[in-house]
């Protein structure tokens, strides 16, 4: 575009246009692929979902695997549904990919049919291309559009909250999602700049507002941009409600694998899996197991260090495992 343009120089458009790199492909490497996998090695022959299908790496590779499971994908993401449905051509009817927000999966596998389901996979967060395509509004080290909504067709942008929530409400995004201590200070000056509209002007904004002792150790722009994607795709709000729906589908033998980046994020599966069970019996002085559910190990697995160093993004992945092992009584 920009060398279409005689004025390229003096057209806001093009040049905007031109700094703001779209990638060509989808780039994401998945993440624990092995792990997963062997999570899904033993679970029923049936289909599996796979609440955040990006790419769809994890769903290929299962597809691979285990020949006799099918797998329904869901992302709210229009680029990753173009990219996955390409991938999972060749698996014919064993595959689906379907745009649906996960808190939605329950209208979503009831339309499809399935009232059960041999296991669920949800890899939470964005997706490399997300993050990589400037235009997309996620990155703090490339320019473009503050918009960061994963489904581009619904809701706020990340425009639409640092420029119309108050001062003290905008804190508290930073200071919840993005566990920013210096909060208070970053939401005045972004109220003080009014209207922020790309995300060149926003990292900016937070460099100068914080104090040159914290910029030592990475970007401080980072917490800020995490904190406002959280909140403009309601990432943590809608997690609790769509894994109580995934587990309530899943068949006897059905095992259910999450991948984390963030300790909020983390902290909801934990306490999701551990009611699960656990029996809430306040008169027994040890924790009772429910024999409906059982925990595949204790705590969350990490990536191997091979993995960390091949792949940036892997570093603060932790995987939980819960398996239904009988039905309710
Ligand atoms: C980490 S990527 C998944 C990558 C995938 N496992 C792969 O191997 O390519 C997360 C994906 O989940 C999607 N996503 C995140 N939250 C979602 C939600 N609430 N509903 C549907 N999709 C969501 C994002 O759009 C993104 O494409």
Redesign the pocket.
Known sequence: MAELCDAFRWCAQCWLAASWETPMTFE????M?EEILSVFDGVPDGVVL????????????LLERRPELSVVG????DE?LAA?RKRLEPFGERAQAQK????QLGSQLDALGHDEISGF?F????????IDTGERGFSYRTDGPLDMR??QSAGRTAADVVNTVDERELADILRSYGDEKHAMRIAKAIVAARPVTTTAQLADIVRDATPARDKRRGDPSKRTFQALRIEV???LS??EG?LEAALDRLCVGGRGAV?A?HSGEDRIVKAVFRDRVDVDDHRSPVPLNNEEFALLWNGSKKPHDEENSSNRRATSARLRGIERVAVAA
């Not at 796979?50 to 590779?61: E, I, P, R, W």
């Open positions: 994401h490497i998945p993440v692929v796979d609440a955040t299908l990006g790419g769809a790496g994890h769903a290929v590779a869901l992302d709210q993401d990753a996955a649906c927000r996960f808190d996979l890899d939470l967060g964005v997706s490399s291309h997300q994963m489904d795709n309601q990432e809608i997690l769509a991948l980046y």
